[in-house]
Each structure stands twice: as C-alpha cells, then as structure tokens.
C-alpha cells in the first residue's frame, strides 16, 4: 500500500472528537450544567423602557431557580434543551441548538469554547404577533465552585435594548 494510500485510510477512519459529534453534551460538561440547581446574580447595569431611555440600575440582585427559570442561565438553557431532545446542526458561530417545551420555541449558539453564547425566544404580543427576545452571554469567567458563568448579560426585546447587567458576584448552588 502507498504512504498516499495509507494516510487517506487513516484520515478516513480518524474517530471525530466528542466535541464535534455532541457539542450540548460537550457544553453542558464544560458548564457544570448538570450540578447547577439556582444561581444567586448581583451586579450593576441599566434597564430600558420600551422605546425609551436608559434606566441606570445601581444594584441588580436576581436569584434564579435554574430547573424551573431554565432558559434565564445558560445552565438552564443546556439543561432544558437535553431533556427536550433538542436539534443541534452546525452553523458559522458554532452549534445552534433548537427545541420547544411548554409549546415556547427556544434557539440557542453554543460557541467553539463550549459556551452559550446567546439564547432566542419569542413572546405573544398580545394579537400583534410574536416578539423575539434575545439573551446574550459575554465574559465567562470561573466562579468559586468551579462552575464557569457569563459575567456580562444582556437582553434585547425586538429591536430595542432592554436589560445590561455586568455582575460583580455569581453564587452557584450545585447538586
């Protein structure tokens, strides 16, 4: 057999890394998804009134139910999509993983280092048609438990801004 021959072969029959044949799984390991039951939020930001001005938030605390509050981490938004059966297909920015529960459609990305970069939905707008909310992850850093949560959090409701969150602290309580 050629050394052409040969190296085809084992390109071939090269095992594909686990990352590419299950990035939700891959993510999921990769953000402690499965420890995560509630996250404790403080920071700073602003909020936005619909089509209006920037609101400075000088303190923004939030405690998260993760298993009930899924799609408000990205803990929760992995944890939802893997008991959902959720389609994952590749896309530019990564893996886009889609699903619906309780008759919502949730589309998220999960990027090249494993993390949730952006999760959409789309509201009722009371009879003028449905309204996509978009949450977007930034700055994953390590918190003490180990788990790694986005430090920067930001929503937008249609075209318009309507929450900027920075966190200064993230509690994790894990199983």
């Not at 930001?45 to 605390?61: D, I, M």
């Not at 993760?66 to 990564?94: C, E, Y």
Request: include cysteine; charge should be negative.
């Amino acid at each position: 057999m050629s050394a052409v021959a040969l190296t085809c072969l084992v390109l071939v029959t090269a095992p594909v890394p686990a990352a590419q044949r299950n990035p939700l799984k891959t993510a999921s390991i990769a953000l402690s998804a499965h420890l995560v039951l509630s996250v404790q939020l403080e920071g700073f930001g602003a909020t936005y009134a619909e089509n209006g001005p920037r609101v400075p938030l000088t303190s923004y605390r939030a405690d998260i139910d993760v298993t009930r509050d899924a799609m408000t981490t990205p803990q929760g938004f992995l944890q939802a999509a893997r008991a959902a059966n959720a389609t994952v297909r590749a896309v530019p920015q990564g893996a886009e993983v889609s699903f619906t529960t309780g008759g919502q459609t949730f589309v998220g990305v999960i990027n090249a280092s494993n993390e949730v970069d952006r999760v959409q939905t789309w509201i009722d707008e009371h009879g003028r048609g449905d309204r996509l909310v978009e949450t977007v992850f930034r700055d994953y850093e390590k918190t003490a438990t180990g788990v790694w949560f986005p430090t920067h959090i930001t929503q937008n409701h249609g075209n318009y801004p309507s929450l900027d969150v920075w966190l200064s602290s993230v509690t994790v309580n894990t199983k």
